[in-house]
């Protein structure tokens, strides 16, 4: 605002570095930032240094979508897990895995028995509708498959045997909530920021 004297707050909604999933400047005007980790403490004075930015507010905030989900896993600590559940939940973004090898990947894991979720980004339900009616029109018939166009039911995140995702930050969430397997297709990473290397500091989800 250039009338009223605003102080500017953000929260993050992942817990990835900023240079990597944000875009350039994505946080230069704001007044304070709420960090996730020491991570982002680190790389936001790295680009105020680099960039010659005034300095930031950095509160040490943590992740509420997080503690959110580490308090709902104590009511399912107790549930049985079904070892048949795999969650699919893949970002979006050119080279996503559901567009590199989605409908082969469903196809593998139903013919072995399991039972699967797929959780798309709501981007990809937005932006690829043709990719999401041919997974449609060839799994929906199967009753092991679901494909989820909203929030993962509680009692199949907790229940699940493990999660298979590319570079979605839901990756991250499910190891640390759930403490168990995230396997990760090895597609090429999602680059928002052009000068990211500009900031010599390796992405959390890299590291």
Known sequence: SKVFPVHYVYLFHSMFSIHSYLRKGALDNFDAIFCVGKHHVDEIRETEKTYNLKEKILINYGFGRLDFLLKEAEQYKDQKRDDKLIIIA???????LLQE?????????????FKVILRPHYRIIR??????????????????????KGVIQ????????????DWSGIGMEYAFIK?????????????????????????????
């Open 127 to 148: 932006d690829s509708k043709e990719l999401i009616k041919s997974i449609e029109d060839r799994f929906n018939d199967n009753t092991r498959f679901l494909l989820e």
């Open 101 to 113: 090898c989605g409908i082969e990947l469903i196809d593998i894991l139903l013919k072995s028995k």
């Open 179 to 207: 403490k168990n397997k995230v396997i990760f297709i090895d597609v090429p990473k999602k680059e928002m920021n052009d000068e990211s290397g500009k900031i010599d500091l390796e992405p959390i989800e890299i590291s």
């Open 154 to 165: 509680s009692d199949d995140f907790h229940s699940s045997k493990c999660m298979i995702t």
């Open 90 to 96: 893949p970002s979006y973004g050119e080279n996503n």
